[in-house]
């Protein structure tokens, strides 16, 4: 065999056909189409889940501020802004022709709905903040991220304003946490068990109508532990208290 | 500060790292799980230069595996999401080691400049190949005198002649060692060509033809598994310079009078108290590191802060001269045969 051996026959990144063959179509160049039935009907429920993310956004920073009242203005100016938000997701909706399924959409969101409302009968703002400014937030910043990449020019240009937003709120919640770690780490973590599992099936549930979108599961889930992550590493977490937390994500 | 970016040498070592360093939620994932995660900043570390200075930096794994290399989205993403936690963290020179800077060159990622809210400085980044190709340079001449070959009478056979690291040895062994003929390896002849013409020298030849002739051979393309090589059909001594990532010849070349030596492999004065070089299986890992990370480090010494190795054939003599001159300034040295315990010389 060693007689016949060619520098041709080293199989390196290089000489990886389809590999080439991949990285030379940049990735904006591989959108969907997005006048098909088959976009359209997937948009109806992703689309929803966006404008019921934010009304219920909008909802969750008014109810936490109940729990702040000195935070009141703060909140109700994050609050105002998932609104003009939801104008926008709305806005998306109707550049395509597509009815938004809201029905579906709020039935996604019912269990960390429901945590949520439990958490605030009993004033545990950890939880409530836990549910909206980390996990809800880091989850729409990681789809938005993606969505930008394959959206139309519309919806793109409407995207990329709410995720400059979206950064802020982030830091909103990120900032009480890490002044109130020592007392609320525990709860934070309990919080973080119960919820973050919630996260990943709501990604999976959604995983089939994003491909069509040209939106990658993997990639969503990628976006989703970097933001969340950020987050937690801000807070003043370590790398073995997030470990610890992240761990809620694959069981 | 410096950066160095790396990652495992294959999916099995990254787990078992991982749990090492109590990253149990990727620990126990399956490859799926590695290809979400994010990157690391997995350790921080305070280096000291031969003159003195003081130098801080961070490594960050990038949580990519080989295995992934098929997968050309993900290890895409994995890259720039590295690129993007160190300029983040501020870091100002960060190099890009093992597959991730293959992958940042050959998957064209200059293209994706915007990450998130990141817009990256490639000035912040370094592919460590002109130290890289320097240290190959000094590591083969230092030892092929050691063990009987003298340069002025000989052949040296370049795999992977076109390449960053490659054009860049070819240019210096033609300019600066007197050796007696260069024999120039690559898979493209066009490339191969223009070198040639560049350089006004070297022989473009095959690997069949160039392995019999060649006293001392550099490895810059990576070796597939399936070759077997003939060893009775090399010249004895023969130096072979390991060059490639992954570095795997000493499973091929193993005879008599064979001299295997780790490439582009750089040790420094003293112990460095971090663990990552361990997690790279460095022979004495508490000194010896890749020569494109200690590149990061030499031009945070030197307040260097640009892409100083950055694209393709971009590697003059001058370049190399000014990264070697303050590699040995700052205490860096290329390892050595006498390093190699694995070495076949009977």
Known sequence: MHNELKITDMQTLESNKKTTEESSNPISLNLPDFTTDTYKDAYSRINAIVIEG?????????SIATLIPNELEELTKLARMEMKHKKGFTACGRNLGV????????KFFSKLHGNFQVALERGNLTTCLLI???????????????????ADPFAKKITEGVVKDEYLHLNYGQEWLKENLSTCKEELMVANKVNLPLIKKMLDEVADDASVLAMDREELMEEFMIAYQDTLMEIGLDNREIARMAMAAIV | MFGLIGHSTSFEDAKRKASMLGFDHIADGDLDVWCTAPPQLVENVEVKSATG???EGSYIDSCFVPE?????KTARRKVLNAMELAQKKGINITALGGFTSIIFENF??????????????WERFTTGNTHTAWVICKQLEINAPRIGIDLKKATVAVIGATGDIGSAVCRWLINKTGISELLMVARQQEPLALLQKELDGGTVTSLNEALPKADIVVWVASMPKTIEIDTD????????IDGGYPKNLDEKFQGENIHVLKGGIVEFFNDIGWNMMELAEMQNPQREMFACFAEAMILEFEKCHTNFSWGRNNISLEKMEFIGAASLKHGFSAIGLDKQPNVLTV
Do not use: G
Not at chain 1, 54 to 62: M, P
Not at chain 1, 99 to 106: N, R
Not at chain 1, 132 to 150: D, G, H, K, M, P
Not at chain 2, 233 to 238: Q, R, S
């Open chain 2, 108 to 121: 064209n990622l200059l293209q994706h400049k915007q990450i998130r809210n990141t817009s990256l400085e």
């Open chain 1, 54 to 62: 934010e009304q219920e956004a909008h909802d969750n920073y008014i």
């Open chain 1, 99 to 106: 009815v938004a399924d809201m029905e579906f959409a709020k």
């Open chain 1, 132 to 150: 909206q400014a980390i996990l809800i937030e880091a989850f729409a910043i990681s789809a938005y991220n993606v969505y930008i990449r394959v």
């Open chain 2, 53 to 55: 200075i003081s130098i």
């Open chain 2, 68 to 72: 992934m290399l098929s997968r050309f």
């Open chain 2, 233 to 240: 059909n090399l010249k004895k001594p023969c130096l072979m």
